[in-house]
DNA sequence: TTATAATTAGTACTAGGTGTTAGCATCTAG
DNA sequence: CTAGATGCTAACACCTAGTACTAATTATAA
């Protein structure tokens, strides 16, 4: 019995990770045992019970979609220059990545560069109106990158930034990016 | 008596919105009513109890980061004729959007068409080696894009993938995708 | 065989409700 | 001025998915 109940808690773990949105009674009938069983083990091993789940659950992506959707910059901001350079960094995280081959999408460094060179331009109203990016070699989760974006070039509609995002200090990936400047109701450009 | 139940009632339709997280003790007491009162209310205006609510939020925005990170495509697929062209279609919601001007971002655009373009490819992975893009028209919320990508070319290791996006007809962006084929252990190109 | 571990069962209690009935205060129309 | 409608509060029984605890039963390994 002892084999038993450690499978069956280990199970137990791996079910409520994947759903947590079981009761201990559809627990005890997927198991096969009483609903005090499911109860000795959940203590055991630490989990609270469906509501208390449900709630963190609740919260956490609550929380995660708020920030998805109210986050200005891709990454965190190291440095700002407003006008002159910039610098985020970005934790690569297994929600960015192809599932098959464990790489990043590219979007995600797109994202990061774009929306830093964005955050660079000293002006009430800045849209990205071209960009010209490499993607120089395959990123992994567990990475850490580093993003720096420079102001290259200013004219009175457009501003000129270039991103260099490096991995360990290898770049990974650059873009050089046409910002629109739009000062009243300008029809041009795009974010 | 009547227009203090109205402006409550819309009061706590409100703060149930942002904060679906409230007891009706809690509701009572930051109200000044009987919790009796804030059941009433609830009722008359439909709105489930906490728990409910709480499981509501917890399932949709878990499903929603779900579904986020195991998309391969942004964007629903529309026809797909694997190595000639593809059509995606996006409704841009208000978590694309820049939170002041109400203006699409711009790596939304480019996920939409860069994902398409790379499942384009008839290869066991294919990976952005790099792109040309432009913004042509700011887009806003409610809008329906509709990307078109094209191949353009093929070589042994490269593929090039040309993409337009419209709504309603009228383009808002055009990209031109270079993605590479791995087909060993090559180490060039990326996602 | 017996000590120990694992499981099951039962009872009392909890939060955050629902559903229902009832008692008042207040307003409004006839 | 009064009857009926409207709004608010209270009280009670019930529900789910538990916790906390005690006790009994079953399995197993020494």
Same mark, same amino acid.
């Not at 109940?5 to 773990?13: D, T």
């Not at 499911?38 to 055991?44: A, H, K, P, T, Y």
């Not at 509501?51 to 109210?70: D, G, N, P």
């Not at 930034?161 to 029809?187: D, L, P, R, Y």
């Given at each position: 019995?002892?084999?038993?109940?450690?499978?069956?808690?280990?199970?137990?773990?791996?079910?409520?990770?994947?759903?947590?949105?079981?009761?201990?009674?559809?627990?005890?009938?997927?198991?096969?045992? =009483?609903?005090?069983? &499911?109860?000795?083990?959940?203590?055991?091993?630490? &989990?609270?019970?469906?509501?208390?789940?449900?709630?963190?659950?609740?919260?956490? =992506? /609550?929380?995660?979609?708020?920030?998805?959707?109210?986050?200005?910059?891709?990454?965190?901001?190291?440095?700002?220059?407003?006008? +002159?350079?910039? +610098?985020?960094?970005?934790?690569?995280?297994?929600?960015?990545?192809?599932?098959?081959?464990? &790489?990043?999408?590219?979007?995600?460094?797109?994202?990061?560069?774009? =929306?830093?060179? %964005?955050?660079?331009?000293?002006?009430? %109203?800045?849209?990205?109106?071209?960009?010209? +990016?490499?993607?120089?070699?395959?990123?992994?989760?567990?990475?850490?990158? %580093?993003?720096?974006?420079?102001?290259?070039?200013?004219?009175?509609?457009?501003? /000129?930034?270039?991103?260099?995002?490096?991995?360990?200090?290898? %770049?990974?990936?650059?873009?050089?990016?046409?910002?629109?400047?739009?000062?009243?109701?300008?029809?041009?450009?795009?974010?």
């Amino acid at each position: 019995m002892r084999a038993k109940k450690q499978a069956r808690q280990s199970e137990l773990q791996r079910v409520l990770d994947s759903n947590p949105f079981l009761t201990d009674e559809a627990l005890a009938a997927q198991f096969g045992v =009483s609903v005090q069983t &499911i109860r000795l083990d959940r203590m055991e091993l630490g &989990i609270p019970e469906l509501r208390e789940r449900v709630k963190l659950v609740a919260h956490e =992506s /609550y929380a995660q979609i708020r920030s998805l959707s109210e986050q200005e910059l891709i990454g965190q901001l190291w440095e700002l220059e407003l006008g +002159v350079k910039g +610098v985020s960094v970005l934790d690569v995280t297994m929600d960015m990545i192809f599932a098959k081959t464990k &790489i990043m999408r590219g979007h995600h460094l797109f994202a990061q560069a774009n =929306s830093l060179a %964005v955050a660079l331009v000293d002006a009430p %109203v800045a849209l990205t109106a071209g960009a010209e +990016v490499k993607f120089i070699r395959p990123v992994y989760p567990g990475e850490r990158l %580093v993003c720096t974006a420079e102001v290259k070039e200013k004219t009175e509609s457009r501003v /000129y930034v270039e991103a260099v995002t490096t991995s360990a200090g290898n %770049v990974v990936f650059t873009g050089k990016f046409t910002i629109a400047v739009v000062e009243q109701n300008n029809k041009e450009g795009e974010a």
